[in-house]
């Protein structure tokens, strides 16, 4: 198993550069605990970089928010509500993580971060770079 998203900076292109920093981290992470899950597979490792996630996560999205509210951006209650259920998602996932999953459910959730990680940039957030764009 390689990467498990490939970056690429103008397929990923929000528009914002901060955010398109925030999103690489994001996925600098994920690809990071693939890789960990992949080789050594320590547990106090993983727990590490999956708490890192969440930290960052929460971060991006509070920054996010608060531009969107500055420019009153129309689908910031949108964007608010999404964020609060992956950011669920996750902390209940590292929940059971540390509770113990199977290696078949370790996967599952990798893919999960994955899909959602995507579709965030690729379809909630590029939804601003329209928006954005005369603005910042
Ligand atoms: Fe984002």
């Given at each position: 198993m390689g990467l498990i998203i490939k970056w690429d900076?103008?397929?990923?292109n929000v528009g914002v550069e901060l955010f398109n920093t925030h999103h690489k981290r994001l996925v600098d992470l994920l690809n990071l605990l693939h890789s960990v899950v992949d080789s050594?597979?320590?547990?106090?490792h993983i727990e590490i970089i999956f708490n890192e996630l969440a930290k960052y996560t929460v971060y991006h999205f509070k920054a996010e928010e608060k531009m969107m509210?500055?420019?009153n951006y129309h689908h910031l209650a949108l964007q608010h509500v999404e964020h609060e259920k992956f950011l669920n998602t996750v902390v209940e996932a590292i929940d059971a993580y540390k509770k113990g999953i199977t290696m078949i459910e370790v996967i599952k959730l990798l893919d999960f971060l994955r899909e959602w990680i995507i579709n965030h940039i690729l379809k909630s957030d590029m939804k601003y770079k329209e928006f954005f764009k005369d603005k910042i």
């Open positions: 900076k103008d397929k990923f050594t597979n320590n547990k106090k509210e500055k420019y």
